[in-house]
C-alpha cells in the first residue's frame, strides 16, 4: 500500500491548521509588517523541497513553504478582519 498521499494530505490539513493560529498571533503582536519574514520562510522552504529526494518529504517542506507564502494574503485580510471588529485589536501595538 502507498501511504505518500495520507501523509501529505494530513499533512498539509496540519499546517494550514498551524498556519491560521500563527497568522492572527503575529497580526495582534507585530502587525501586518512581518510580512518579509513569511516570504523569506516561503522561498527558502519552496526552494529546499526542491533539493530534498524524498517525494512525501519534499511535498510537506513544499506545502509549508506556500503556507508560508499564503500567510502574507493573510496577514493583510487579518488586520482588515480586526478593524471590522471581528477579532481584538492589540492596544499596547502602535499602529
Known amino acids: 500500500m502507498g501511504y505518500q498521499g495520507v501523509i501529505i494530505g494530513a499533512s498539509a490539513f496540519f499546517i494550514i ?14 502587525g501586518k509588517r512581518a510580512w518579509p519574514v513569511f516570504l523569506i520562510a516561503g522561498v527558502a522552504l519552496v ?9 512525501t518529504v519534499s511535498a510537506v517542506v513544499s506545502i509549508t513553504g506556500f503556507s508560508s507564502l499564503w500567510s502574507i494574503h493573510e496577514l493583510v485580510e487579518q488586520e482588515e478582519r480586526v478593524k471590522k471588529g471581528w477579532f481584538p485589536d492589540n492596544p499596547a501595538r502602535k499602529h
Open 17 to 30: 491548521g498551524v498556519f491560521h493560529p500563527i497568522v492572527i498571533k503575529t497580526e495582534y503582536y507585530i
Open 47 to 55: 526552494v529546499w523541497s526542491l533539493f530534498i529526494d524524498s517525494l
